[in-house]
C-alpha cells in the first residue's frame, strides 16, 4: 500500500511540475520548425519572433486574425506588441496575392523611427499567410509614405534586414548560372556569372536583379526591359513569386515573349530551391504575357528554349 501511495505521489509531482514547465515557456522560446510572427522587443528597438498557431485556411481572415495579435498585451516581458491599441484597420481586401490595408489616422501618429519597425513587424508576419506575397498600406484612405516623402508602395519581405545574425556589411559569394538570348532573341544561352552580394539580399531576388541588367558577354542579349521596376521576390512553399508593375507587359526587349519569361524561370529554378515560378502583375496573375505566354498558373523549367540542350 505504501508504495502505491508513493508511485501515485511521484506521478503527481511530475504531473504538477510538467504543468509548471508549460507556463513558464515563453513565446520568444521559438525552435526551428515552430510557426511564429513578429513582435518589437522589450525596448522598442528591434523585431522578435513569437510563437504563433495559423488557424484560418481563408487568406484574408488569417491576415487580419495576425493584426489583431499583434495588438494584443505581452504575455512575456521579452516582447511589446508592435501595433498601438488606438491603431484600427478601416477597410481590407486582397487582390492576387496583394493584401491592401487601410489604417485610421492614429497610424500616422506613430513615430517615425518606430513607425519603420512597426511595418516591418506587420508586413513580415503577414506574408507567412499562404496566397499573400506583399501589401499595401494606406492610412485614411491616403497611400502610406515614409518620413521623407517617399511613397512606401509595394511591401513584402525582402524589403527588410531578414539575417539577423549577419552584419549588415558582411556578403556572401557565389556562382549563378543566368539564361539570356541568343543574337537572334529566339533561343536562351545559359551564362555563368560569379557574384558577391549582401547576406541580407535573397538569391531569387539578386537572380532577378542580375537578369534585369542583361548579360555579361556580347555573345547575348537582354530578355528583361530595364524600365521594369521590380515589386517584389520570395519563395514559399517550393514556388518563388515574382511581383512586377504593368511596364513588365510592354515588353521592351526585341525577343521573343517566350525568351522573357522562360529566362526567368528557367535562371530562377537552376540557382534556388524553388521548382516552379509565379509571375504577377502588381500582384494579379490573371494576365497574358504579349498575348502569347499564359501567367496564371506557376511555370516549371523549359529547357527546350534553350540552346543545345534537352529537357530534363
Known amino acids: 500500500m505504501r508504495k502505491s501511495k508513493r508511485v501515485i505521489s511521484m506521478v503527481i509531482c511530475l504531473s504538477v511540475f510538467a504543468l509548471l514547465l508549460s507556463a513558464c515557456a515563453k513565446r520568444t522560446d521559438v525552435k526551428r520548425g515552430d510557426s511564429y510572427i513578429y513582435c518589437l522587443n522589450s525596448d522598442r528597438t528591434g523585431l522578435v519572433k513569437i510563437s504563433y498557431e495559423f488557424e484560418e485556411k481563408d487568406p484574408l481572415k488569417q491576415a487580419l486574425a495576425i493584426i489583431k495579435e499583434l495588438k494584443k498585451p505581452a504575455e512575456d516581458i521579452e516582447y511589446t506588441p508592435p501595433i498601438p491599441k488606438d491603431v484600427k484597420v478601416q477597410a481590407s481586401r486582397l487582390e492576387g496575392a496583394v493584401l491592401y490595408l487601410d489604417f485610421?489616422?492614429?497610424?500616422?501618429?506613430?513615430?517615425?523611427?518606430?513607425?519603420?519597425?512597426?511595418?516591418?513587424?506587420?508586413?513580415?508576419?503577414?506574408?507567412?499567410?499562404?496566397?499573400?506575397?506583399a501589401l499595401w498600406l494606406t492610412v485614411d484612405g491616403e497611400d502610406l509614405h515614409d518620413e521623407n516623402g517617399k511613397l512606401v508602395g509595394f511591401l513584402n519581405e525582402d524589403d527588410f534586414v531578414q539575417n539577423t545574425d549577419s552584419a549588415l556589411s558582411s556578403y556572401q559569394t557565389g556562382t549563378l548560372m543566368l539564361y539570356f538570348a541568343n543574337e537572334t532573341g529566339d533561343k536562351l544561352v545559359g551564362q555563368e556569372m560569379n557574384v558577391r552580394y549582401s547576406s541580407n539580399m535573397s538569391k531569387e531576388k539578386l537572380i532577378v536583379e542580375k537578369l534585369m541588367r542583361g548579360p555579361r558577354k556580347d555573345t547575348a542579349k537582354a530578355t528583361q526591359n530595364p524600365k521594369v521596376s521590380i515589386l517584389g521576390v520570395t519563395i514559399k512553399d517550393g514556388?518563388?513569386?515574382?511581383?512586377?508593375?504593368?511596364?513588365?507587359?510592354?515588353?521592351?526587349?526585341?525577343?521573343?515573349?517566350?525568351?522573357?519569361?522562360?529566362?526567368?524561370?528557367?535562371?530562377?529554378?537552376?540557382?534556388?530551391?524553388?521548382?516552379?515560378?509565379?509571375?504577377?502583375?502588381?500582384?494579379?496573375?490573371?494576365?497574358?504575357?504579349?498575348?502569347?505566354?499564359?501567367?496564371?498558373?506557376?511555370?516549371?523549367?523549359?529547357?527546350?528554349?534553350?540552346?543545345?540542350?534537352?529537357?530534363?
Open 239 to 312: 514556388i518563388c513569386y515574382v511581383n512586377f508593375d504593368s511596364e513588365f507587359l510592354t515588353g521592351g526587349v526585341d525577343v521573343r515573349p517566350e525568351i522573357t519569361i522562360y529566362s526567368l524561370v528557367n535562371s530562377l529554378i537552376e540557382g534556388t530551391t524553388a521548382s516552379k515560378v509565379q509571375i504577377s502583375i502588381n500582384g494579379e496573375t490573371n494576365v497574358t504575357y504579349m498575348e502569347t505566354v499564359d501567367l496564371t498558373k506557376p511555370l516549371q523549367r523549359d529547357m527546350e528554349w534553350v540552346e543545345n540542350a534537352e529537357e530534363e
Open 104 to 133: 485610421n489616422e492614429a497610424y500616422s501618429e506613430i513615430p517615425p523611427l518606430e513607425e519603420k519597425l512597426v511595418r516591418a513587424a506587420i508586413v513580415q508576419s503577414v506574408v507567412k499567410v499562404e496566397g499573400i506575397s
